[in-house]
């Protein structure tokens, strides 16, 4: 095991998460007993001097004290500029270590994880994701990681999603769709068992959404909108996209 990349892991976890006002206690484990006890001595060192505090003795959850943040300030933010990435473009959604989640890396992860269920494999791993950011080639790998994992907590605490704990030496997790996943990939099956709710419309408005003309990221944002509308069997977020996509018709008609 490499102990400085996973030193790094570690403090740019923490540091992501204190930045973001993240809720949720970090947790860590390595993939061997051996790892595993690099890892505990570790956090307790880091503990020991102040920098993290533990949610309760032995619970194995972490986040940074605000001295802890500001004594790995420096070397944070020079890790994060070793590799800076260029500006993106308007309309990416490579946003680099702000923390800020995406639209379209939100539906393109839950496409994907459709696309998947054909492996017949209860989970995945959650690397098999990693391409589907914009310019992944060009991120240094544990903000790669972390910038995913952002987004499958984000769909975890919708529901979509259900996620193993995360390795320290890989820095990936096991991924796998909950029923409301599945009835998100699959918009008929929300219907199952009760009165439809219009799912040949659900069909035909993607249709029209895949054939309009959007900014990078737009087109699967709205998508992921009209799918959790349907999947929540609200009626009044289906008219929104309605209105929407009638806007984008016409605009595309006069073009």
Known sequence: MDK????RMILLRLA????????????????SPEENIWVSRTLAG?????????????AGGFKFTRAGYQRYLP???????EK??????????HVGSSGNLSLGLLF?????????RADRSPFLESDRLFDLVEDSNNWDFPDLAIYVDDHLEFLQGRSYLELGRPTLSVQVRSVKLTTKGVMFVQPELADFGERSVLPEVAKSLEKQIDVLTYPPGEKEGLLFNLREAFVKNAPD????????????MAQRGGA
């Open 46 to 58: 880091l503990r020991a001097e102040g920098s993290v505090e533990e949610i309760e003795a032995g």
């Open 84 to 93: 800076e990435s260029p500006v993106p473009e308007k309309g990416t959604e």
């Open 16 to 31: 992501t998460d204190f930045e973001t006002g993240k809720r949720e206690w970090a947790t860590f484990r390595g993939e």
């Open 237 to 248: 977020l289906i008219v929104k996209a309605l209105v929407e996509i009638g806007v984008r």
């Open 75 to 81: 070397q944070i933010t020079a890790w994060r500029a």
């Open 4 to 7: 400085k990349a996973g030193l």
């Open 108 to 116: 393109k992860i839950m496409k994907r994880m459709g696309e998947l």
